[in-house]
């Protein structure tokens, strides 16, 4: 019973010192980040218009904004504003094309 004891303050000491190390990392981004801009968007398509397929490269709007933290999105053009300066935009998902 003793071992088990030991090998657990053990493994608990290390689990504090990863915590400790954990809370430093966020804290200096914290600190990075606090002056670069807040950017997010989600939009949405609604059935203003055709979505595709197209046989050209078309540029596809999403009309209906639900959020816009920086005005980032523009819902007439369909451009945003890009991460970097390599125009490297981050998008996560999804596109639904009826079949």
């Known amino acids: 019973m003793g ?5 657990q303050r053990v ?3 290390y689990m504090g010192n990863r915590l400790t190390a954990s ?8 600190r990075e980040n606090t002056d670069r801009p807040k950017v ?3 939009a949405g398509l609604t059935n203003s218009g ?5 046989n050209t490269e078309t540029q596809l ?3 209906k904004v639900f959020t816009n933290i920086g005005n980032t999105y523009n ?5 945003a504003v890009y991460d970097d300066d390599s ?3 981050t998008f996560s998902g999804f596109l639904l094309f009826p079949m």
């Open 3 to 7: 071992t088990i004891l030991v090998e």
């Open 11 to 13: 493994e608990l000491r």
């Open 23 to 30: 809370e430093s990392q966020v804290e200096e981004l914290k």
């Open 40 to 42: 997010a968007f989600s």
């Open 50 to 54: 055709k979505v595709g397929p197209f």
């Open 61 to 63: 709007i999403y009309t």
């Open 75 to 79: 819902q007439n053009t369909g451009w």
């Open 87 to 89: 125009n490297h935009s």
